[in-house]
Every structure is written in structure tokens, then in C-alpha cells.
């Protein structure tokens, strides 16, 4: 019996307009995410689904509800589908990081070990990832589900269902509200879809343009 997870990454926050990085922290959805997190509802119009899933962050519920067109939608929340705990490096820009910073940034993006300063490595995420993919999937076999979740939360699970190591995360776009399809049946995972976000076209999102 197979299950089939669709993960969707929040909709464009000001701090993504801006270049901060969010983590555990939030933000407000941008004008243009409002449009993309409506354009998203358009393409989910046509899907059925057993359950719908999301991080408890504010951007996440904010563009499930949109999406869901119900502000009082039936969502479970999970606070392991949370981005990446980012530490002291939350709210600040990726580039002073980059420039002040040098050697930390670079084992960011190539090492599944690194912490930033007081915050949690993409091998410590992906482990509380997988254990959520597990009990999602468990929870609804033979179904397909929903989680509205983050970027780097999604990243890890595809790593994570693939075995991948954690070298190359930072290889992988997810664009604001792109949806990632992961299939499981008896244990063995399958990517089907990554990071299609089509329902992008007519938003004003250059990144719809292919």
C-alpha cells in the first residue's frame, strides 16, 4: 500500500524578500506571498487528500490557510516540521553572515555537522524529520497527505527518505510554496516530484518562468 506525502514550503515572508534568515523565527507573508499561497489553493483545488499537516510556524499555518481558502481549516500541527533552528544567525542577513563570517558559512552549506551559534545541525534536523515522515506515513496508509513546512525542513526529507548525504543540501532550490512529492511503500521511499511550482505562473514570480 503506498502513501504518498506532498510537502509544500511556506509562501515568500518579508524576511525571505529580504534575505534573513528565519528558523524558528517568523515573519509575515509578503503582497506577493499572498498571491503566491492563492495561486497554490487554485492547484490544490483539484486534489483530494486524507489529512493536512504543518509546522506550527505562524508562516506556514498562514499560507495553509490561504491556500485551503478556511481560516478555520482542521490542521495538525507539528513542531518538528520547523525550519532548521538557525541560532544567532536568526533575523540577520545571510550576507553580513557571509561576509563576517567566511569559513562558517561555507560548513553550512557543505557539512551535514556544522551548528551555527547556539543552533542545530542539518543532520540533527534531519533526524527529527525522518521520525515525522515515518509517523505520517504510518498514521495514513495508503493515503496522501499534506504538510506545510519549510525549505531546509523539506530538503532534509528528501535526504533523508534517499539516504542522501548531507554534503550538498545547499544544491537543492525550494521555491516559496513548490511542492515536493514523496511516495513510501513498504519502507522504500520514492522522490516523484520536487519542487514544482508551476501555479507560480501569472504571480509576478520571475522564478515561474522556465
Same mark, same amino acid.
Given at each position: 500500500?503506498?502513501?504518498? #506525502?506532498?510537502?509544500?514550503?511556506?509562501?515568500?515572508?518579508?524576511? +525571505?524578500?529580504?534575505?534573513?534568515?528565519?528558523?524558528?523565527?517568523?515573519?509575515?507573508?509578503?503582497?506577493?506571498?499572498?498571491?503566491? @499561497?492563492?495561486?497554490?489553493?487554485?492547484?490544490?483545488?483539484?486534489?483530494?487528500?486524507?489529512?493536512?499537516?504543518?509546522?506550527?510556524?505562524?508562516?506556514? =499555518?498562514?499560507?495553509?490557510?490561504?491556500?485551503?481558502?478556511?481560516?478555520? @481549516?482542521?490542521?495538525? /500541527?507539528?513542531?518538528? #516540521?520547523?525550519?532548521?533552528?538557525?541560532?544567532?544567525?536568526?533575523?540577520?542577513? !545571510?550576507?553580513?553572515?557571509?561576509?563576517?563570517?567566511?569559513?562558517?558559512?561555507?560548513?553550512?552549506?557543505?557539512?551535514?555537522?556544522?551548528?551555527?551559534? +547556539?543552533?542545530?545541525?542539518?543532520?540533527?534536523?534531519?533526524?527529527?524529520?525522518?521520525?515525522? /515522515? =515515518?509517523?505520517?506515513?504510518? @498514521?495514513?496508509?495508503?493515503?496522501?497527505? =499534506? #504538510?506545510?513546512?519549510?525549505?531546509?525542513?523539506?530538503?532534509?526529507?528528501?535526504?533523508?527518505? /534517499? +539516504? /542522501?548525504?548531507?554534503?550538498? !543540501?545547499?544544491?537543492? @532550490?525550494?521555491? +516559496?510554496?513548490?511542492?515536493?512529492?514523496?511516495?513510501?511503500?513498504?519502507?522504500?521511499?520514492? #522522490? =516523484?516530484?520536487?519542487?514544482?511550482?508551476?501555479?507560480?505562473?501569472?504571480?509576478?514570480?520571475?522564478?515561474?518562468?522556465?
Amino acid at each position: 500500500m503506498e502513501t504518498s #506525502l506532498l510537502l509544500i514550503r511556506h509562501a515568500e515572508t518579508t524576511w +525571505n524578500r529580504e534575505g534573513r534568515m528565519q528558523g524558528n523565527q517568523d515573519s509575515p507573508l509578503s503582497e506577493l506571498g499572498s498571491k503566491q @499561497a492563492e495561486a497554490l489553493g487554485r492547484r490544490l483545488r483539484s486534489l483530494q487528500f486524507d489529512a493536512v499537516y504543518s509546522s506550527d510556524a505562524q508562516r506556514c =499555518v498562514r499560507t495553509a490557510r490561504i491556500a485551503l481558502d478556511d481560516p478555520n @481549516a482542521p490542521l495538525r /500541527l507539528r513542531p518538528q #516540521l520547523r525550519e532548521r533552528h538557525l541560532g544567532d544567525w536568526e533575523g540577520r542577513l !545571510w550576507r553580513e553572515i557571509a561576509a563576517e563570517s567566511p569559513d562558517e558559512a561555507r560548513r553550512y552549506k557543505q557539512s551535514g555537522e556544522f551548528r551555527p551559534p +547556539n543552533g542545530e545541525s542539518f543532520l540533527e534536523l534531519q533526524e527529527r524529520v525522518r521520525a515525522t /515522515l =515515518v509517523e505520517v506515513s504510518a @498514521a495514513h496508509p495508503g493515503g496522501k497527505v =499534506v #504538510l506545510f513546512s519549510s525549505g531546509g525542513t523539506i530538503r532534509a526529507a528528501v535526504f533523508a527518505a /534517499l +539516504n /542522501l548525504p548531507p554534503v550538498s !543540501w545547499a544544491a537543492l @532550490a525550494t521555491w +516559496n510554496t513548490g511542492i515536493t512529492r514523496l511516495d513510501v511503500r513498504d519502507r522504500h521511499w520514492r #522522490l =516523484v516530484r520536487y519542487n514544482d511550482a508551476a501555479h507560480l505562473t501569472g504571480t509576478g514570480d520571475s522564478r515561474a518562468m522556465f
